[in-house]
């Protein structure tokens, strides 16, 4: 069973040579790479090009900037039909060797006709690939109701089936990050499934788009500076009304009412209220499932 590989590049040639390299190493014996540059102005290219000019598995494919987001998307719609599995992939992290057949174990386990994602922990380490933490592990479990408010998939540890792609290939016009819309696609229509041993450093640094936070203190602060901002929670609503434009019609008959409720929880206080009480959609810790129901309350939607 063949598994391609999805990078997305952009002035990543600090760490890319290091994230090839471990993608060179996998232990899983059919692999493919597609890498898609979204306009680098550093060495990524040249980097690139030397690569694809001794690894005929390797296919490159230079882009115009249209941000991280997009270009995943664009992979996802370049991908091979014909792979059994795509693996999404970020160009500072290091892959352990197996990655892959790990995941591969996991998704064969599901019939092809079912959409699966899997995604995994992270072993997050710093700039130069020194242990710092593990990611939290969720508490409540994986699901549509999560999914609608939370992000548990980080997309440089997914995997999913040919099912799942399919699923993916409609681009929305407005999600807060691909990984997330892909955890709230595939959890509606087929399986996400969570590994807790992690398979990959993830390197945190300076110029990471998005960051996993150390430290309680700093954790709390982020917390706090996102409670007071209104920038992330309007998208997650805006994220929802697109899902329920592109999909509603063919969502299962639950989790059709689960979005009804929500999006349709806004119109009064008294209906915020009740619904924040008893809200049917849930964060992963108490402490951030509160401030959910605070904000649903409020209106800081």
Known sequence: MTVQILLSTYNGSKYLKPLMESLLAQDYP?????????????????????????????KFIPGENIGFVQSFFALLAMSSPAAD??????????????????????????????????????????????PLKYSDLPRRGLSFRNALVENQVTGCTSLLNQSARQLLTRVPSSCVSHDWWMYL???AFGTVVYDEEPRILYRRHASNVFGVST??????????????????????????????????????????????????????????????LSCDVYRQSPRDHYLLQVRIALDRL
């Open 30 to 58: 059919e692999v493919e790479i597609l890498v898609r540059d979204d306009g680098s102005s550093d060495g990524t290219v040249n980097l690139l090009r030397e690569y694809v000019s001794t690894h005929t598995h390797i």
């Open 85 to 130: 599995y795509l693996a999404l992939c970020d160009q500072d992290d290091v892959w352990q060797e197996d990655k892959v057949s790990r995941a591969v174990a996991f998704l064969r386990r599901y019939p092809p006709e079912v959409p699966v994602l899997y995604c995994s922990r992270l072993a997050v380490v710093d700039e130069y690939l020194q």
């Open 185 to 187: 696609v595939v959890s």
């Open 215 to 276: 430290g309680k203190i700093n954790r709390w602060k982020n917390k706090i500076r996102q409670f007071m901002k209104d920038g992330k929670y309007k998208r997650l609503i805006k994220q929802a009304e697109e899902f329920r434009r592109m999909y509603g019609t063919s969502l299962p008959d639950e989790h059709k009412a689960v979005l009804e409720r929500f999006l349709g929880s806004r119109k009064r206080f008294g209906t915020r209220l009740r619904y924040a």
